[in-house]
């Protein structure tokens, strides 16, 4: 009976990892796993703007927007060809330190980033899926 109670807690908690898991499915928005710096030198190359979800681990609509806004295909259509895409805790790695730089004090934090470095968008709280896409509109060729 032990064994079995072991088996089920294990396998509730490996499925609660894939639903807090980053969105990159492919009809939504596909996150690159690249540092900030890099990001820029890519934006600057592509003559594209970054978008940086800047979010905290324990933010319930940092989460909500995750498992919904971000899985949308029609938003992920417009920022994967638009920008490139970065997900970034802002409590971890390279994070805090952006999150000084770009003053980052709610989550989410929605930026539009060009490759210099300088925020040409800012977009504070949760977005559904036609609210963001508003707010990005002029960016969207």
């Known amino acids: 009976m032990k064994v079995l109670t072991i088996v089920i807690v294990t396998m509730g908690l490996i499925s609660l990892s894939f639903i807090n898991a980053p969105s990159n499915s492919p009809e939504g928005i596909n996150f690159e796993d690249i540092s900030f710096e890099e990001a820029l030198k890519k934006a600057k190359k592509q003559k594209k703007l970054i978008f940086v979800d800047a979010y905290a681990v324990?933010?319930?609509?940092?989460k909500w927007m995750d498992a919904n806004t971000f899985r949308e295909k029609e938003v992920?259509?417009?920022?994967?060809?638009?920008?490139?895409?970065l997900k970034i805790d802002m409590e971890k790695g390279e994070g805090p330190e952006l999150a000084r730089k770009y003053n980052v004090r709610a989550y989410p934090t929605l930026l539009l980033i060009d490759g210099d470095g300088k925020v040409v968008k800012r977009i504070v709280g949760m977005q559904k899926k036609d609210q963001l896409l508003s707010q990005v509109e002029e960016y969207i060729d």
């Open 58 to 62: 324990w933010c319930g609509p940092c």
């Open 76 to 85: 992920g259509d417009a920022f994967n060809s638009e920008f490139i895409n």
